[in-house]
């Protein structure tokens, strides 16, 4: 966006705190517009977003962050303590650590999206089903939700990837697999709440089918608890992702995935302490920024549920 | 199904219309409790059934490898019951872990629950030495920034609290065995015990704090106990800062209460508002809370295990796991699925039981 003169910056000022909004699109501007401006006097909350967004710039813009793409040995330039040239040192194979760093965000991301993509959809489609529903169909899936709440995550994330054999994907399933029940969980009590409310009965009159409800009146509503849900479980499906990773089960090398790259540097944490050190700030960081983040969209979307 | 007694009872019994016995609130309570505890337990095995019988390309092929021949290979599948119809092999498994046979280990070759025996009181001894810490740390802090709300001392826990949610807890368990290992030597390295103290204290309960002071052997105790500090350090972050977060929230939910406010209109000094009133209602939430928390240490400690070679049940699931010694893996998840959801249940039952409103 580039910054337009004055007189028009104040119109859109205008256009965005008008009491009679004209469309929806006006009236879904103003509520992102005072959402962000709740989140923009959170100190805390920033501070999360700026993390994730250079987390994201760094992802998005690697090729140009960095010469190579975090696979380019240099044997005779291996273990280099961090310096000018290397910032975060290279590693036992003579790779730049802070080439690894930035792809391995690409990796990260990828993780994160692709459990969220599979983990809301279901969460979602269990939880609106059940409270919508409700009756046998909701104590059905709500027994089964239970069931996968009550089970260790790590543990079972370990048996299934010694099942399928380890790799990035079956990690992303096994981690898909243990962190899909909180979501159903807050679906079906979001879906309970609204499914007497009075445009779901203005909706039933007119005729629209249970699946049509579910899907057009219900599933919107449901979108912002599971939006702050999933950010505050980013730092966990990270931690888990991480785990599998160090385990030798997650990503597998030459890929520059943080867990992997800590423990491949393991054997030289006591002469080389940057190898396996700097990979794990990475994670601290990343983990906080969504922790951060996620407190702060839980003070601008969900006030209700605030700790 | 009428019972003779009750119904001599049923004249006797004048106002209250006398309700059988199974159809007291109580009963039925713990009827659903029991229900839920297997209906938990079915989901559990039927997962890992699935995970070790079902989703393995080929558990007989990988027994005998591909150049066995093909009757050696029939052979194996018949010995494994891999013929019969799947929801029979689930059956047979099911009956086997009640009866505790898990299979034998390829890698030990000892029955797995033998090895899990062997290998769990290491685990227990690490995450309740851990949630013990966590517990007698976080909570007076999850205390103190309630009190001192959005002050210096709030900050200081909610950042310790971030820190320790967000941290990759098998790293910061490197990360202190370089500072205060190798750099600083405070602390023995890795393991649970020096070698030349092994076999010193026979094993009783496997727990050599618990064996070496019960035998008097204060040295080996000292050594076993400074091998413990690091690790258990490592899980008690993690369990004080969601302890410490959780005290605070309920500490605030009570301080805003208008007893709160009685008590301190009737001169109550500080101490005694926080301590006697607001706390000891805290005190029942956090049952449930202390119960998630020590059993997420039972599973969470296998990457701390695997950093400090500590000999627990999570190295021995990642052992076998490397060495695709599946029923190993499969009992150790078992065994460990078992503690999780019984700890939780207990916890939250004991909730009911404490809590007069849950009732």
Known sequence: ?307 | MTDPTERTNVGAESDPPPSPLWRHPAVLKFANFIFTISLTFIGLTAITFVIGRVLPNDPALAIVGDRASHEVYEAMRIHLGLNKPLLLQYWIYLSNILQGNFGTSIMTTRPVLDDIIRFFPATLELASVATVAGVFIGVPMGVMAAVRQGRLTDHIVRVIGLFGYSVPIFWLGMVALLIFYAKLDWFPGPGRIEVYYDGIVTPVTGIILLDSALQGEWEVFRNAFMHLILPASMLAVYALAYIARMTRSFMLDQLNQEYILTARVKGLSEGAVIWKHAFRNVLVQLITIIGLTYASLLEGSVLTETVFAWPGIGQYITNSLFNADMNAVIGGTVVVGICFVGINLASDFLYRLVDPRAR
């Not at chain 1, 987390?55 to 240099?74: E, M, V, W, Y």
Request: charged share 10%; proline share 5%; aromatic share 8%.
């Open chain 1, 1 to 307: 966006m580039t910054i337009p003169d004055r007189s028009s910056f104040t119109a859109v000022k205008s256009w965005l705190l008008s009491d009679t909004p004209a469309s929806a699109l006006q009236a879904r501007c103003q509520r992102f517009y005072l959402g962000w401006q709740i989140f923009r006097r959170n100190p805390i909350a920033l501070a999360g977003f700026i993390i994730i967004a250079v987390l994201l710039i760094s992802a998005l813009f690697a090729p140009l962050l960095t010469s190579g793409d975090g696979t380019n040995q240099t044997l005779s330039n291996r273990l280099q303590a961090p310096s000018l040239a290397h910032w975060f040192g290279t590693d036992q194979l003579g790779r730049d650590i802070y080439e690894r760093i930035v792809w391995g965000s690409r990796v990260t991301l990828y993780i994160v999206s692709l459990v969220a993509v599979i983990v809301v959809p279901i969460g979602l489609c269990i939880g609106t089903v059940a409270g919508y529903l409700g009756g046998w169909v909701d104590n059905l899936l709500m027994r089964l939700t239970d069931i996968f709440l009550a089970f260790p995550r790590l543990i079972l994330a370990l048996a299934f990837v010694s099942a399928l054999g380890p790799g990035l994907e079956n990690a992303v399933l096994a981690i898909a697999l243990t962190t899909w029940s909180p979501f159903a969980r807050i679906a079906r009590a979001e879906a309970l709440t609204v499914r007497n409310s009075e445009h779901i009965l203005a909706a039933r009159v007119q005729g629209a089918s249970a699946w049509r409800i579910i899907l057009h009146h219900v599933t919107p509503l449901c979108l912002s608890s599971m939006i702050v849900r999933l950010t505050l479980d980013m730092a966990g499906i990270i931690l888990t992702a991480a785990g599998l990773g160090f385990l030798g089960l997650g990503a597998q090398p030459p890929l520059p995935e943080w867990g992997t790259m800590i423990s491949t540097g393991r054997n030289f944490l006591l002469d080389q302490w940057w190898v396996p050190t700097i990979p794990g700030l990475a994670i601290l960081l990343v983990s906080m920024g969504f922790n951060l983040l996620g407190d702060g969209l839980r003070d601008v979307l969900d006030p209700r549920s605030g700790g």
